[in-house]
């Protein structure tokens, strides 16, 4: 309790939430050359800079969404009544 499991909820949650969202991001990277020489694309241009982008993305999408669902699934409105969230 306190403060402390404060912290350690938090550090669970984004522990958590980087493995889901890396996890996936690194098997989508690795199911799209697959797709890629079956649509008879070079797999190569699957690996490119604008891949790397969108699994940036795809992982930082997964890390808020689920970030944010053990969030409100802990304390729920509590995300909702920050200050800074207010408008």
Not at 56 to 81: H, R, S
């Amino acid at each position: 309790g306190g403060v402390q499991g404060i912290y350690v909820a938090i550090a669970a949650i984004t522990s958590f939430s980087l493995l889901i969202g890396i996890t996936f991001s690194k098997l989508f990277a690795a199911i799209l050359p697959i797709v890629a020489k079956s649509l008879k694309i070079d797999p190569a241009v699957m690996s490119g800079p604008l891949m790397t982008c969108l699994m940036d993305i795809v992982t930082l999408l997964l890390y808020f969404g689920i970030a944010t669902a053990l969030i409100d699934g802990i304390a729920p409105g509590t995300l909702m009544n920050l200050p800074m969230l207010r408008f």
